[in-house]
């Protein structure tokens, strides 16, 4: 598509009956959006949600192409309307939905920065959604820019608890001794020693070995 194309993209999808504007919003999901660069994406988003946002919001996981080829970046004018356009909410909903498709620290720190999401209670709320490696190492640091944090911690800790699965638990251990959270009884099948407290504070992939129950080797 051109430039000159979405002056005109209303009023033709405005002509479409209800039954083939839902057999669009497939097509686009599943054979038109995963085909685009990263520049014919955002600008095709933004259209499309500036036409109908409840329908092609949920369009955001066909990055899934551009990260998987390296091509996916958030800095440019079509992901800057995109946020001046949106409501809070629908910002938070969109992180929700792009963070499990992101791989890398660099990734998440655009999308929260492009989405004007800057308050670290707000990131812990969409960190927390997910259970990978990636969104605990983040969740682990945002908890720790966050003053007065000890409620706040204890509550993540709690909620990844139930969870029930191992990394989860390991989570839970990291928590519970990183900050200090007392309240948390019973036993944690992984058991975080002092000395590696630091260990899990200096990069994703050393946080990342303790999280998977593994020793460092120090």
Not at 19 to 41: A, G, H, V
Not at 51 to 71: D, M, W
Not at 108 to 132: D, N
Not at 159 to 182: E, P, W
């Amino acid at each position: 598509m051109t430039r000159k194309d979405w002056v005109g993209m209303p009023s033709v999808l405005g002509r479409l009956t209800n039954s083939e504007f839902r057999r669009l919003q497939p097509l686009m999901r599943e054979e038109i959006f995963p085909k685009m660069t990263n520049e014919e994406f955002w600008e095709s988003y933004r259209h499309f949600l500036a036409y109908r946002p409840q329908a092609f919001l949920s369009c955001i996981h066909c990055i899934k192409h551009l990260v998987e080829n390296g091509t996916l970046d958030f800095n440019n004018e079509h992901v800057a309307a995109i946020s001046q356009r949106l409501a809070p909410q629908q910002r938070q909903k969109l992180a929700s939905m792009a963070l499990p498709y992101l791989n890398n620290e660099k990734l998440v720190g655009q999308l929260f920065a492009a989405m004007q999401i800057t308050e670290p209670a707000t990131r812990v709320a969409i960190l927390i959604r997910e259970s990978t490696p990636l969104a605990y190492y983040l969740l682990f640091n945002t908890l720790k820019s966050m003053p007065d944090h000890h409620e706040k911690c204890l509550q993540c800790c709690r909620f990844v608890m139930k969870r029930k699965d191992d990394l989860s638990y390991n989570m839970a251990s990291i928590l519970r001794t990183y900050f200090g959270l007392s309240e948390i009884q019973g036993q944690l099948s992984l058991k975080v020693e002092e000395y590696e407290l630091s260990y899990l504070e200096s990069s994703f992939e050393k946080f990342r070995f303790v999280l998977e129950g593994r020793r460092p080797n120090l």
